[in-house]
């Protein structure tokens, strides 16, 4: 098989699978095609050197990149098409010891953004991120470690503000998806556009809403803060690992206190957690233990936390016994009380405690109203969130 016949047939079963990486790994006798699917790796193929070679070399060739030049990273994009779906290709080859590793990220068209109502929240939470973004000015940051949807929450944030009545500017590395009647702007490096100076040259343009894909150095998180405070809504995301702890990453950003306190308007701390397939997902009959659930009871709805369910794997599901993702989130407004914790700079276990009495839910009780509603397993709820946030690092 031809590379260029090989790397359309990856593409295509990387499609049907709904993965969304793709990767071509180097070592000194093969090359390993894989995919990431709702957050595992799973192995497609393993081709000889030359031919992986050839296939990194189409694909370079098809996206722009300089296909001699094997010995510095290099980042490219292409549109590929397969049938009547669209797939956004964006590339990054980075020299390894045994040759190239190449990474695909997958942004098929068709699927389309998440509306703000899709994103897996509970109503409460939904309708306390609604609350936050109808005011006309104030902070809100998305929080949690990369790969977790924070990209998707912000986009689907856009979409909800995007009526026309607004001017919208974003600031992305990289740009993501293409939204009408948005003005999108991507960091450069290679032309010393970077956060901080986009930033800048963006409030120049009068903006209403201003979107910062990250908020990763001091002068981009001060900068966000006085535009906040300025009559702007600046959304933006966070490396933090709960929506308490994000007060503290930006006051360590060099934030003032008394200046982030009077313009944050809330956090949404999130992880993402596989859903079970509705046609072969097993139930577990949990009646004889009513104290599992005891601890949300006031939160589930009639019927729900009388079992548990679990993965078995169907055609549906391509025997996985999961499809799809939901998040989970910790949704945390600033109230009055909350407001002079973050002008104090008290600390995140104290910020917490006062979110909770608040009515905020933590990662643990969204965790179990989850498994209580039959989205996802305790299995999977022990795979991606951290034990400490489950109340079990002891």
């Known amino acids: 098989m031809e590379a260029g016949e090989a790397v359309n047939v990856l593409l295509e079963q990387a499609a049907q699978l709904r993965a969304s990486d793709l990767f071509l790994l180097s070592d000194e006798r093969f090359v390993t095609a894989s995919i990431r699917r709702m957050g595992s790796i799973e192995k497609l193929a393993v ?38 779906r669209k797939l956004d290709l964006r590339i990054n080859c980075t020299p390894m010891l045994h040759g190239e590793d190449m990474a695909l990220r997958l942004w098929d068209h068709s699927v389309g953004l998440f509306g703000i109502d899709e994103l897996g929240m509970s109503r409460a939470d939904l309708n306390k991120l609604l609350f936050m973004l109808n005011h006309p000015s104030g902070l809100i940051l998305v929080t949690g470690p990369t790969g977790t949807g924070k990209t998707t929450s912000l986009y689907a944030c856009l979409q909800y503000l995007n009526d026309g009545a607004r001017k919208i500017n974003t600031l992305e590395d990289p740009i993501e998806y293409a939204i009408d009647g948005i003005r999108q702007s991507q960091v450069n490096a290679k032309f010393a556009m970077d956060f901080p100076e986009l930033l800048r040259n963006v409030l120049r343009q009068a903006p209403d809403v201003i979107m910062i894909g990250e908020i990763r150095d001091e002068e981009t998180a001060l900068t966000a803060v006085r535009a906040a405070n300025s009559g702007h809504l600046v959304l933006a995301t966070l490396h933090a690992p709960t929506a308490a702890t994000a007060v503290h990453s930006m006051l360590a950003l060099g934030s003032h206190s008394f200046f982030l306190s009077g313009c944050l308007l809330g956090v949404i701390a999130q992880r993402l957690v596989r859903t079970l397939c509705p046609n072969c997902r097993s139930e577990y ?4 233990s009513p104290q599992t659930f005891q601890e949300i009871d006031s939160l589930l709805s009639d019927g729900e936390g009388k079992a548990i369910y679990g ?30 914790l973050i002008a104090d700079a008290a600390s995140s276990q104290t910020i917490e405690e006062a979110a909770i009495r608040a009515g905020m839910t933590v990662f643990r009780r969204g965790a179990l109203l989850k498994v209580a509603q039959g989205i996802t397993s305790t299995e999977e709820i022990l795979r991606d969130v951290p034990a400490e946030h489950l109340g079990l690092e002891d």
Request: charged residues 25%.
């Open 47 to 84: 081709v000889s050197t030359e031919h992986g070679r050839q296939m990194m070399t189409h694909i370079k060739a098809l996206a722009g990149m300089d296909i001699s030049d094997r010995r510095r990273p290099a980042d490219g994009r292409w549109i590929h098409e397969i049938g009547d």
């Open 285 to 288: 009959d949990i009646s004889l």
């Open 311 to 340: 993965p078995s794997g169907c055609e549906n599901c391509f025997h996985l016994g999961y499809i799809g993702r939901s998040g989970l989130f910790e949704v945390m407004t600033i109230n009055q009380e909350l407001r002079r």
